[in-house]
């Protein structure tokens, strides 16, 4: 019986004839990372879900906090509250939608170190990062290994999107030769963002991803598209071949991003921006979590999950540890109070 109810699953996708049961097949047979499961992440992931791609890779560094919930879908109180990891939370939610898509979730800072090995199955990529040096590194890994990748941003009510193909070129340095410097850009945290725009962002790029998996590849779109929702503006920017000839990525096959040179090398340890939190790297991946949550019992409530160990010192300090070797500490903006609570508990 549920086969029968489930079959009919993609019957409204598979009657729009470019899709048609080809398309179908290519979309189930394909395998999608999603870089960042926040405002644009969530709601690419909740799209292809239905979609029914073979096999989605969620890949997110945070958790869930109350100002993700005016515009990230998959997430609510419960979340926020129990502070969940955004790649755990979000795949929960999807299994129930879509118990034929094979869901992972991946509680990762991505870096030149990991990029490669984390990306490495994966036919596309969903840019639903919330900041610039990530797409670089996406850049050169598509650039890299020829594959594609659909870039999406959105501050306040503008939006923009694109599907970089990875086949040489114009790339997204074409677009931006250097990332700017982190004052310049406005940011969710600085300008604001509007859910309703964040929606629409993330359903063009879920199209072009559609439309790419289906087999439709001469139906993505050629001119980067940015849309102002507020004033009313749509505009389509061209990427002429000749910008390849200026270009240090797909011009001259310099990736340097990818390859850790670049001087602007992402720091070991950030304010975590608009959210009065620290990360810092320490040196051990792998963390014995059992272990911890033993050591820490006499110091606070301590909530231990398959991704991290938190530690709750008072109301608004919090240490949280995750398999990768990060840790996080909330309450403060200071590094040097992050350094010293992770020293404290943790060790140095
Ligand atoms: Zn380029």
Known sequence: ??????????????????????????????????????????VVAEILTRAG??????IDRD?????????QALFDENNATEGHSKAEAASLHLARINSEVRIEPIV????????ERTL??????????DNFLLRFLLNDWSLKHHRPWVHGGCVGATGQVYLFDGNGGPCFRCLVPEPPPAAAVDTCDTAGVVGSATHAIAS??????????????????TKLLSIDLWNNRIRELS??????????????????????????????????????????????EGVDFVRIAE???????????????????????????????????????????????LNRYFGG
């Not at 004839?17 to 499961?37: D, F, K, M, Y």
């Open 1 to 42: 019986m549920k086969s029968n109810q489930s079959s009919n699953r993609y019957a409204r996708q598979i009657q729009f004839s470019p899709i048609g049961e080809n398309g179908q097949a290519g979309i189930r047979q394909s395998t999608v990372a999603i870089l960042g499961c926040g405002a644009l992440g969530t």
């Open 53 to 58: 791609v073979g096999e989605l890779r969620l």
């Open 63 to 71: 958790v869930v906090e109350w100002s993700n919930l005016q515009r």
């Open 108 to 115: 990762l800072d991505i870096t030149s170190e990991n990029i």
């Open 120 to 129: 490495s199955s994966s036919d596309l990529v969903i840019d639903a990062a």
């Open 204 to 221: 063009l790029q879920a199209t072009e991803a559609i439309k790419w998996l289906s087999g439709n590849r001469e139906m993505n779109r």
């Open 239 to 284: 990427l002429p071949p000749q910008l390849r000839d200026h270009c240090v990525a797909c011009g001259k096959h310099q990736y340097d991003f990818l390859e850790g040179t670049h001087a602007v090398a992402s720091e070991s340890s950030a304010v975590l921006c608009g959210r009065d939190a620290v990360q810092l790297q320490t040196n051990e």
């Open 295 to 341: 050591r820490w019992q006499a110091a606070g409530r301590v909530q231990q999950t398959r991704f991290f160990v938190r530690l709750h010192l008072n109301d608004e300090q919090s240490l949280t540890l995750f398999k990768d070797g990060r840790a996080v500490i909330t309450g403060t903006d200071q590094i040097a109070t992050a350094r010293s609570i």
